[in-house]
């Protein structure tokens, strides 16, 4: 059973930074881990994903730059460095685990809340 517990969100003020963690377990170098984020009111968007088997990266254009998604094999464990933050990144941020990356099979944590003040 595939279990993701993420931790790290709060309130910050725009400019400052915040370090989402993602605790994993029953997840495999299959599998492709990713955050995506859901503002209120909007669709939850992708956000970044790394490869658990050689650390391949992706971001979406909105956080190009100021976010880094990285993996702690030795802990089971993927994180979200987030910098230079802005008001439009306040969302509940998922953590989420997808099967060889194909979207079939995906699992998705509870969420962190993420708040960013002007």
């Known amino acids: 059973q595939v279990l993701l517990v993420e931790s790290g969100g709060g309130l910050v003020q725009a400019g400052g930074s915040l370090r989402l963690s993602c605790a994993t377990s029953?997840?495999?170098?299959?599998?492709?881990m990713g955050w995506s984020r859901q503002a209120p009111g909007k669709e939850r968007e992708f956000v970044a994903k790394?490869?658990?088997?050689?650390?391949?990266?992706a971001y979406a254009d909105s956080v190009k730059g100021r976010f880094t998604m990285s993996i702690d094999n030795a802990k089971n464990t993927v994180y979200l460095q987030m910098n230079s933050l802005k008001p439009e990144d306040t969302a509940v941020y998922y953590c989420?685990?997808?099967?060889?990356?194909?979207?079939?099979?995906?699992?998705w944590g509870q969420g962190t809340q993420v708040t960013v003040s002007s």
């Open positions: 029953g997840t495999e170098r299959s599998f492709t």
């Open positions: 790394i490869s658990w088997s050689g650390g391949k990266t």
């Open positions: 989420y685990a997808d099967n060889y990356g194909l979207g079939l099979t995906v699992y």
